[in-house]
């Protein structure tokens, strides 16, 4: 079974408002990341953060992660056209497996 | 290479024939994955190596589903008799730390069995 969930499922927004997508899993993790799909193929790395962390920021992607609560949220701030993908929260836990959720699609519309 | 190559990017086959599909991780990637993907859904873990050795081979979906790396770099994954529900997007990526962090996809395989 999968080990992350992400919510929503699908979100449409203007270019220009945030996008908020959460993640949550069931187990513990050493780490949480976070990666894009576009066109259904190969995923892009966005942001990675540990198990030890609460927060991290890269460039307009903002990452939380709550272990108490077992869940993250990404946040992309002045969202672009080109945001317009599948996002995905991935989860390593021990024994060094990586799964992935099931992915919220986000659409920025221009 | 510069990134993790798949191929062939589309296959298509008939049911009841055996598929090989092929992964060249990152050189010197010692962690490998191979991910199935059905069409708008989540990424569906199947196998993961460290080196050549399977440490973690449960989400192989039945035993047509077999997958081998040698030399610690190239892996292939190969379905026998397959199957329509075999149809999907198999994706492979790789890594280089022992933690397994980052990982690097390749474009996937498109897989079509008619």
């Known amino acids: 079974s999968q080990q992350g969930e992400e919510d929503p499922q699908a979100l449409s927004i203007q270019e220009g408002e945030n996008a908020t997508m959460n993640c949550s899993y069931k187990?513990?993790?050493?780490?949480l990341q976070w990666y894009r799909q576009n066109s259904g193929r190969g995923l892009v790395h966005l942001i990675l953060?540990?198990?030890?962390?609460r927060e991290k920021h890269s460039g307009r992607l903002r990452v939380t992660l709550d272990t108490s609560k077992k869940s993250s949220s990404l946040l992309i701030t002045a969202s672009r056209a080109a945001d317009t993908a599948s996002y995905f929260c991935?989860?390593?836990?021990?024994?060094?497996?990586?799964?992935f959720g099931a992915g919220t699609r986000l659409f920025v519309k221009a | 290479g510069a990134g993790v190559s798949q191929s062939p990017s589309n296959k298509v086959t008939e049911k009841g024939k055996d598929v090989e599909l092929r992964c060249d991780p990152i050189?010197?990637?010692?962690?490998l994955y191979w991910y199935r993907q059905s069409l708008g859904q989540g990424l569906e873990f199947l196998i993961y190596?460290?080196?050549?050795?399977?440490?973690?081979k449960s989400g192989l979906p039945s035993d047509r589903f077999s997958a081998e790396r040698t030399g610690g770099s190239v892996s292939t994954l190969t379905i026998q008799r397959t199957q329509q529900e075999d149809s999907a997007v198999y994706l492979c990526?790789?890594?280089?730390?022992?933690?397994?962090?980052?990982?690097?996809f390749g474009s996937g395989t498109q897989l079509s069995v008619l």
């Open positions: 990526a790789s890594s280089s730390q022992g933690k397994n962090e980052k990982l690097f």
């Open positions: 187990t513990s993790i050493n780490n």
């Open positions: 953060i540990r198990s030890n962390e």
């Open positions: 991935a989860t390593l836990s021990p024994g060094f497996k990586t799964i």
């Open positions: 050189s010197g990637h010692t962690a």
């Open positions: 190596f460290q080196g050549n050795s399977a440490p973690d």
